[in-house]
């Protein structure tokens, strides 16, 4: 190819990488799509996104590992991503295998076999480095520093995307997770399981949301809005919430009160997803053929969501321990719902629930594993009574 030709060639590359991150604003895809893109441009056989986690004082990036995709975070300083990312400067080498920054880790564990490296850094707004591009294996020969020029040009491009993709991500996370918590609040105060029940019904809500033929988009909002169904109780008094026994009629009024409390504070709300949890919080608790609370909504008078969350909800209550029941096996929970078919619970929604059982199931195993790991950790925060002996007396 003429030397016209190979320029006329990537600049159509360029304009093309620019359309392209432009129009994606999730950081997965983004990363996806530019290390695919870089990779393409400089004619390297691979390409790697690292990014810089300030607060970890580590670089991440993703790595496929036959079908699946792993994290690997390495830290700063180490390797030659490391090395770029801390000192802020280019990387080129022919062979990386004679040069004392390169580390072999990742190609043991890839299996791959690293020969010529270039590695640029991606600088944020306000100069530094939050990540690192890195290509490899050039298909002919070494990299130039032509590649490095054009490396330079792409991670310019690519940077503030990738910034903007970053801020956006934990800006979504922070907010999933505060609506989470808030859960939490309502559910420590009789529960005192710490999520076990909200994380698990939520999963299922969202596998039976899809199930029901909702779009992906639909399907996470209900996820993520159902563990607040029951945040009304926290306005439910301590004698009634916490009692024993059994509740007195005008107790168990007050105790349905909690779906009307809960879409009280959740009304309105700016955010698409606490408006869902209103619609949720207010009828979790009606029944299919008319004979729940507080509106005796019958069919479709009650919202989709709502007949979703209540089968997740019911299902994940019979399948664990409560403090006046044991815990019910599987088997014996998918009898009892399909015998409220048309009562309880919308029969489509239960059609689904036995549909998707396997990926129920999944759920709640993998669920069950997080909260071993979370209960793990909250071993290093004991109960005052189990607090060790001053070692230094006062005197
Ligand atoms: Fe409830
Ligand atoms: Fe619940």
Redesign the pocket.
Known sequence: MGRRQELEKRQTLLSRFGRLIAAETRLDALLTIIAEEVRHIVNADRCSVFLVDMYKGELWTKVALGMEEKILRIPMGQGIAGFVAKTGSAVNIRDAYRDTRFTQDLDRITGYQTRSVLAVPLKGREGRAVGVFEVLNKGKGAFTDEDEGLLRILATMAASFIENATLYEDLRRSHLETIYRMALVAEFRDQKDTGRHLRRMSRFSGILASAMGMTYQEAEDIRYASPL??IGKVAIPDAILRKPGKLEPDEFEEMKR??IYGSQMLVNAESRLLRLAAKIAIA??EHFDGSGYPYALKGDQIAIEARIVSVADVFDALVSKRVYKGAWTVEDAKTYIRGQEGKLFDPAVIDCLFKSFEDIIAAMEEENRRILEDEAFKSNFPEPSAKPVDQHPHI
């Open positions: 169904h029951d909690h779906t979790h608790h």
